[in-house]
Structure formats: C-alpha cells, structure tokens
C-alpha cells in the first residue's frame, strides 16, 4: 500500500513539474498578431516595423483559405477611395533553405525579380505595370524574404502613382527586432491587432 502511495505522489509531482514548465513557456503569437496604430503596423511573431500611408485603411484580409493551402493572410490594409490602393502581407511555410523559392515568392514566374537589402534582411524584389481597361495603370510591388522558417511576402497593388511610390518607400524601411520587444516597440498609441472582438475589419484610428 505504501509503495502505491509513493509511485503516486512521484507521478502527481511530475504531472506538476511538466504543467508548470508547459505554463512557464511564453505564449507564441498567432502569425499576424501585433499591433497597429495610425500608419504603422507591428508583429509579434516575426519581429518587425512596417509603416504605411496614413491614407490606408486597416483590413484584415482573412484567415487561411484551402485554396491558398498553406498561406496565412497576416495584414492588409488599403485606400477607402478611388484610386484604390491595397497593401497585403501573407506567409507560407518554408523547409527548403533556397534562394529560388524566395525568388518565387516575389513572383519570378511572372516577372523580372532583383535582390535588395530592407533592414538587414536578404528580399527578392518585382515590379510590373499592367493597363486594364477603363481603369488607368497599375503598378505593382511584390517583396519576399525568409524569416523563421516562413516566405514572408508583401504585395502592393495600387492605381495611384504618388500613393504607390510612398508605400514602397515605407516597404524598404521595415525595421526588425527581437519579438518579444513587440509591445514595447509599438508603444502606448497602438492597439492589439487582429482586435479581440475578432479578426474582422477595423479601420484604423
């Protein structure tokens, strides 16, 4: 009896031992997670700073779709009015360590890539200009990097020329930094995104 009540209590203090080292672990953001204020957006997960035109306005684009397989939609933001502009950042899972699959991410398929440096950080850059008719020119920007074991991409798309130039200047200033620096980094003004009611649209304040 008494060598039952010693394998016991050695079994309850390892369940106790294993759940304060589960809860001692920090919390890992969701992919999108962070914060927004007027003009900036800033992850947790990642680690990293990105300003926008204050003309925009945030929209968070949804979560994984099953027919964009592994891709996470992590922010988006874009113009109220006509011309519009939309600013979209989107990650996919990555276990290969080449070159080329950022190089796709940045649309290699279908267009001219370069590589640049944005805080640090290796990016594979496109651009291309399309006319749909009836609806003035298009330009669009698409950056790729590997960050964590994710192709993070930022994709651009805009009809306004001044508004896109300004947009993919503030692209080329991200600033990354140690994640769990995050809310320190975005500071007093921002706010938790997605927004606890849920990852539905909230415009920015």
């Not at 502009?85 to 990555?94: F, G, H, N, Q």
């Not at 279908?110 to 749909?132: D, M, N, V, Y």
């Not at 192709?151 to 200033?173: G, P, Q």
């Amino acid at each position: 009896m008494k060598r039952h009540s010693n394998r016991d209590a050695g079994c309850l203090f390892g369940l106790l031992l294993l759940t304060t080292a589960l809860f001692a672990q920090p919390a890992v953001p969701p992919l999108g997670a962070g914060y927004v204020e007027t003009g900036r957006y800033i992850n947790s997960f990642f680690g990293f700073a990105l300003k926008f035109p204050s003309e925009m306005r945030v929209n968070q684009f949804g979560i994984a779709r099953p027919d964009l397989g592994n891709t996470r939609f992590l922010f988006g933001a874009q113009t109220l009015h006509e011309p519009l502009s939309v600013l979209m950042l989107s990650a996919e899972p990555s276990n290969r360590n080449s070159s080329d699959e950022v190089r796709e991410g940045a649309g290699s398929k279908l267009h001219a890539t370069k590589r640049i440096e944005i805080g640090g950080k290796e990016f594979w850059k496109s651009e291309s200009q399309q006319k749909p008719k009836g609806l003035g020119t298009m330009q669009q920007y698409t950056y790729a990097t590997r960050i964590n074991g994710y192709i993070l991409t930022i994709s651009l798309l805009c009809f306004d020329h001044d508004l896109c130039t300004l947009a993919a200047r503030d692209i080329e200033e991200i600033t990354f930094f140690d994640p769990a620096k995050a809310e320190e980094v975005a500071g007093p003004q921002a706010y938790p995104f997605p927004p606890p009611s849920g990852p539905a649209a909230r415009s920015s304040r």
